[in-house]
């Protein structure tokens, strides 16, 4: 059984800069087949695709966010992690690690628990 945990921030002021680190049980971050998954939900709104590492340690990202955003990887703790600078009060969201693989499109089917964080000055 896969298992993702999330940590990151309480409270952020504008400006600064968001970091998570998601780890992962039960499976390994370098197999190929997946990719490890940042995605948000803003309040009120659907869940907005963030960015990915590959197994392979390939890394995408959201053309919106692609400016601001970084996803890197530790393989010795078999983690993963998100940094989003520059934050604003629009950045105020959930924020959930996921594992994807590509079926039709994007499945998932392992998510972490979610945290939220709220940007505000």
């Known amino acids: 059984q896969v298992q993702l945990q999330e940590s990151g921030p309480g409270p952020v002021k504008p400006s600064q800069t968001l970091s998570f680190t998601c780890t992962v049980s039960?499976?390994?971050?370098?197999?190929?087949?997946?990719?490890w998954m940042w995605i948000r939900q803003p309040p009120g709104k659907g869940l907005e695709w963030i960015g990915y590492?590959?197994?392979?340690?390939?890394?995408n990202y959201s053309p919106f966010l692609k400016s601001r955003t970084s996803i890197s990887r530790d393989t010795s703790k078999n983690q993963f992690t998100l940094q989003l600078s520059s934050v604003r009060p629009e950045d105020t969201a959930v924020y959930y690690c996921?594992?994807?693989?590509?079926?039709?499109?994007?499945?998932?089917?392992?998510w972490g628990q979610g945290t939220q964080v709220t940007v505000s000055s």
């Open positions: 996921a594992r994807g693989f590509p079926s039709r499109g994007w499945a998932y089917d392992y």
């Open positions: 590492i590959a197994g392979s340690g390939t890394t």
């Open positions: 039960g499976g390994s971050i370098t197999t190929t087949n997946y990719f």
